[in-house]
């Protein structure tokens, strides 16, 4: 079952304004990144449902976190079915994030309390996912929308929490890029952790990484 309540969770993300999307089929290479972005100051991680058998890290990855990591909120993405949602939500998920909207999976998220971030890709989706009851919705692509998507969104209805995916840079240009537009947070993957950290092992990188991405977000919010 989740430790955190949809609150809770929506809090510390907006709070950060970055959450993490990894996936790596170690173990042992994904706790060392959650620690890595926990000592950088993040405080909600999402494990992507990617690979073979990624529910049995996510599993330990949830235990890692509710042992060692007192705070750290994991949760669970790339979820496009409400089975697969059941069965990461039994393992301990704190938030279900998809690439796409599947209106059958927010009544499961809905009934246990837990957040359900839909990609949408337009203003009509974006509608109906706040009509089935999901208080932050994701705009995916990000790289292919922009941030005058969110822009224009928001002017009609300002009520929208949105956090954008795909093609997100800690970078200060484009993370002002992005939050000036109007998101609520930002979900950051590959360019957050580049392949030569993570094949060396140089999680004191990572934790620099997740540093400066954070000081950024703040600096640009003002």
Same mark, same amino acid.
Do not use: H
């Given at each position: 079952? /989740?430790?955190?309540?949809?609150? =809770?969770?929506? !809090?510390?993300?907006?709070? $950060? ?19 890595? +972005? ?37 949760? #669970?993405? *790339?979820?496009?079915?409400?089975? !697969?949602?059941?069965?990461? #939500? =039994? @393992?301990? /998920? ?5 690439? @796409? ?7 499961? +998220? ?11 890709? !337009?203003? $009509?989706?974006?509608?109906?996912? =706040? ?16 941030? /005058?998507?969110? &822009? ?6 300002? %009520?929208?929490?949105?956090?954008? $995916? ?11 890029? %992005?939050?000036? *537009?109007?998101?609520? +947070? ?5 360019? @957050?952790?580049? &392949?030569?950290?993570? *094949?060396?092992?140089? %999680? ?5 990484? +997740?540093?400066? *991405? ?9």
């Amino acid at each position: 079952m /989740a430790k955190y309540d949809k609150i =809770q969770v929506l !809090t510390a993300i907006g709070e $950060t304004g970055i959450v993490p999307v990894f996936y790596n089929g170690d173990v042992e290479v994904a706790k060392n990144v959650l620690r890595a +972005c926990y000592e950088g100051g993040i405080r909600a991680f999402e494990f992507a449902n990617r690979g073979d058998f990624a529910q049995e890290v996510f599993g330990e990855l949830v235990k890692y976190a509710n042992a060692e990591l007192p705070g750290m909120i994991v949760g #669970i993405g *790339s979820v496009v079915d409400p089975g !697969t949602a059941a069965m990461y #939500i =039994q @393992l301990g /998920a704190n938030f279900v994030v998809g690439p @796409l909207f599947n209106p059958a999976i927010a009544p499961i +998220c809905n009934r246990r309390n837990i957040p359900y971030a839909p990609g949408c890709g !337009t203003v $009509t989706e974006v509608g109906m996912a =706040q009509e089935a009851g999901c208080d932050l919705c994701k705009v995916f692509p990000g790289d292919v929308l922009g941030p /005058a998507f969110v &822009k224009g969104l928001r002017a009609p209805m300002p %009520w929208s929490r949105l956090m954008v $995916t795909g093609g997100v840079k800690p970078t200060r240009e484009n993370l002002e890029g %992005w939050f000036k *537009s109007g998101v609520y +947070c930002v979900g950051m993957g590959s360019n @957050l952790f580049p &392949k030569d950290l993570i *094949s060396a092992g140089n %999680w004191p990188g990572i934790t620099a990484l +997740c540093r400066e *991405s954070l000081d950024i977000v703040e600096k640009v919010r003002g």
